[in-house]
């Protein structure tokens, strides 16, 4: 592999800066990888390569004229295609919005493009952002890196399997249930959802309006804090945007870089997150980083959150309701595909055989949910009584970080399983977010880290750490101290192990591609 695909956003930014290495060349050097391994990959829905390099050259020479930039700018970025961008298409994975184009920037890619880092591609994801797999995109599911017959998680897969790759160094994502954490603990990377309102959603195709986060995405928790400074923020445009002074992430993530700041850091364990059905390498690898965290002068705790084992039940009524409404706008007559039924048809018509060939199954699933608990004589029982427990999770939230600083669980229960395995059974997907949801339906902030692999498989495993709402620094200054334990411990960067690509498979999948 080429070594400017192999350096961590921090490294590159610093050889950019330098100039020791131009954006065109960095650039040019990712597109080449998306060319090689996406084929089989299916991390990206959309690139220009002509567009990007044109960006990277305008960075160059703004470097050359003397121009001050910012510390990423020249670096490339992978953009969840939830996210609206006016020079590639945003499906938001879906075949009903299949080559829509906006007229404006989402507030997040805007001010990425404004700090100069480059954006190289639109990646894959699950339809409207719901599902654990990306194997309900419209245009095919994506493949895990460390094993290729197996998921990247969901819905924002293509964003992690893209840095997991060595495809992209820095992506985008957006979080409604856990749609960053999972995906990178299944691809062994590091994603953020930031407290709700910290950044933008403006321009972020809505999946649950009071669940979506948008965040970032990368090989280190120091590249996922210095992109998380640059997309953080109030915006006028967003009325849940939250007007607060954000301190520096990257500068909390590089005081952490020293495991001595764990020292007096109490770490709360909430028992009901440590359900049934931990696979055993995970549980495994989750305790020998508390191990770690004690020997390193942390301090566990045990909490207890009586209402969290509610969360996934509430979450898939609140979920499916605000999705109900949200997606009302894709009729056929505002935004979208539309089918006409043969002969011509009402406007009723027209709507229904669009909606029918434009959504996929879960689509319909959750939206037909969604719809039933917003009906009459059953908002109160349902979406009403779902708010209810969403408090009671907020205040158990409350009560625990009165004893503790972080709280640490499995990002997920298991490792990455088998492409198809969960087919039929959306209920162990649903089961997948059981850790990660609580944390959006408090609105607080998460990260998720690699921690090793499981025994039995091989297979990445995250740790999962939240803080109270603005407290994301605090996050990132616990994953670095984790990171560099982690390291330490293997002797390397947890992204340095990553397996090598198949050749075979990769030649193989490419051959398919082009005959189709």
Not at 207 to 230: E, F, M, N, W, Y
Request: glycine content about 10%.
């Amino acid at each position: 592999m080429n070594e400017l695909i192999q350096m961590t956003a921090a490294d590159l930014a610093t050889k950019l800066a330098s100039g020791e290495v131009s954006s065109e060349e960095a650039t040019r050097a990712h597109l080449d990888r998306i060319t090689a391994v996406d084929g089989a990959l299916n991390a990206f829905l959309a690139t220009d390569a002509e567009s990007s390099l044109a960006v990277a050259r305008d960075i160059d020479a703004r470097r050359a004229s003397g121009e001050s930039l910012g510390e990423l700018a020249g670096v490339p970025l992978a953009i969840k295609d939830v996210l609206v961008t006016t020079d590639m298409p945003a499906t938001s994975g879906s075949k009903i919005l299949e080559g829509y184009r906006s007229p404006f920037d989402a507030t997040a890619v805007a001010r990425a493009r404004a700090a100069g880092l480059v954006s190289i591609g639109k990646t894959n994801m699950d339809e409207f952002a719901m599902g654990s797999s990306t194997e309900n995109s419209a245009y095919g599911p994506t493949l895990n890196p460390w094993k290729l017959d197996s998921v990247p998680g969901g819905s924002g897969g293509g964003s992690a399997v893209a840095v997991s790759a060595f495809e992209a160094p820095l992506a985008l994502g957006s979080d409604t249930g856990g749609s960053i954490r999972q995906p990178a603990a299944l691809t062994g990377t590091v994603g953020v959802k930031p407290t709700y309102g910290g950044v933008s959603r403006y321009g972020a195709i809505a999946l649950a309006s009071s669940l979506d986060q948008i965040g970032p995405c990368a090989r280190t928790v120091l590249d996922t804090a210095l992109l998380h400074d640059v997309i953080a923020g109030h915006d006028r445009h967003d009325s849940t945007s939250l007007d607060y002074a954000w301190p520096s992430m990257a500068a909390a993530a590089r005081d952490g870089a020293d495991p001595g700041t764990l020292k007096g850091l109490r770490v709360g364990v909430v028992k009901q997150l440590m359900i049934d059905g931990v696979q055993p390498g995970v549980q495994a690898r989750f305790e020998q980083s508390l191990a770690l965290l004690t020997a390193n002068g942390a301090e566990i705790v045990e909490i207890d959150a009586p209402h969290f084992e509610y969360a996934v039940a509430a979450y898939y009524l609140i979920l499916p309701a605000e999705a109900s409404s949200n997606l009302a706008k894709y009729d056929s007559v505002r935004f979208g595909m539309r089918v006409t039924p043969q002969g011509g048809g009402t406007v009723e018509g027209v709507m229904s055989e669009t909606r029918a060939a434009g959504f996929g199954a879960e689509v319909k699933r959750r939206i037909i949910l969604g719809t039933y608990a917003l009906s009459a004589g059953y908002y109160d029982a349902y979406y009403g009584s779902a708010q209810q427990v969403r408090t009671l999770i907020q205040r158990d939230f409350a009560s625990a970080f009165d004893q503790v600083d972080v709280i640490a669980s499995p990002t997920a229960p298991t490792t990455a399983w088998q492409l198809g395995a969960h087919k039929g059974d959306p209920m162990r997907d649903y089961l997948n977010d059981a850790t990660t949801i609580p944390a959006n339906l408090a609105g607080i902030p998460g990260l998720s880290l690699p921690i090793g692999t499981a025994s039995e498989d091989g297979l990445p495993v995250g740790l999962q750490l939240m803080a109270p709402a603005f407290e994301d620094a605090r996050l990132y200054r616990a994953g670095s101290a984790i990171e560099q334990l982690i390291a330490d411990r293997d002797e390397a960067p947890f992204w340095a192990q990553a397996p090598e690509l198949d050749a075979a498979f990769l030649a193989t999948a490419q051959t398919g591609k082009a005959a189709n």
